[in-house]
């Protein structure tokens, strides 16, 4: 498995303004990805991060929306911008690692509140 | 399209009593099921998988599923359940049909488990 962080753990932000979330991983793994949980909701993809190029975004997700960085292969981050309330849910990062057999192992999430 | 139909909302079950969470799966190509949990505030926690082999997989915490092909399912079971099992499980899956290991996750059952 891997250890994985993310940043913050909540945070409560104003209607129109971008917060970037923070996802590092204590080893090098394959994949890398970013899901939205809705209140009350199940799991949803939002997309895939690639290392060194643009992200593979799921249908609904735009990169405008949610700019989605991986400089490395530990590292990545996920922006929500021009936030509104509708976007108040946990965010979380998963990461698939080299010989995982296809396990995604999940971070601990971020809890987005947009007032 | 894959999908995961979790058909109960929550379960209700005494402590020290057999527990079962329903899961059922529609894929193309061979199935790969996953069972995460999520504890209040926590991001979602590895159970179990099945990708190939006995049908029978034995995971964390005492946890085990039967991968059943015929029925297209992939019940989650405990013999004996304790208080500290309460939480929000979560079926998932993907399959040799799909690109970049994309998972598709049920909507979630309750467990409450009561003294």
């Known amino acids: 498995s891997a250890v994985i962080s993310q940043k913050p753990s909540r945070d409560i932000c104003q209607r129109g303004t971008s917060l970037t979330i923070q996802c590092q991983v204590d080893?090098?793994?394959?994949?890398m990805f970013w899901y939205r949980q809705q209140p009350g909701q199940s799991l949803t993809l939002i997309a895939t991060?690639?290392?060194?190029?643009?992200?593979?975004?799921e249908s609904g997700f735009v990169i405008d929306k949610f700019p989605i960085s991986r400089p490395n292969l530990t590292f990545s981050t996920l922006t929500v911008s021009n936030m509104s309330p509708e976007d108040s849910s946990i965010y979380l990062c998963?990461?698939?690692?080299?010989?995982?057999?296809?396990?995604?192992?999940f971070g601990p999430g971020t809890r987005l509140t947009v007032l | 399209a894959q999908s995961v139909a979790q058909p109960e909302d929550q379960v209700n079950v005494a402590e020290g009593n057999p527990l079962t969470v329903k899961c059922t799966y529609s894929?193309?190509?061979?199935?790969?099921l996953f069972w995460y949990v999520q504890y209040p505030n926590r991001g979602l926690q590895f159970l179990l998988k099945?990708?190939?082999?006995?049908?029978l997989v034995k995971g964390s915490y005492g946890f085990e599923a039967e991968f059943n092909k015929s029925q297209t399912s992939f019940h989650l079971k405990k013999p004996s359940a304790l208080v500290s099992d309460s939480a929000l499980y979560f079926c998932?899956?993907?399959?040799?049909?799909?690109?970049?290991?994309?998972?598709?996750f049920g909507g979630g059952t309750r467990l409450m488990v009561k003294p």
């Open positions: 991060a690639n290392q060194g190029s643009e992200a593979t975004y």
């Open positions: 998932a899956v993907s399959s040799t049909g799909t690109a970049g290991n994309m998972l598709t």
């Open positions: 080893s090098q793994v394959t994949m």
């Open positions: 998963s990461v698939m690692v080299a010989g995982g057999r296809d396990t995604q192992y």
């Open positions: 099945y990708i190939t082999g006995d049908n």
């Open positions: 894929v193309s190509g061979n199935p790969y």
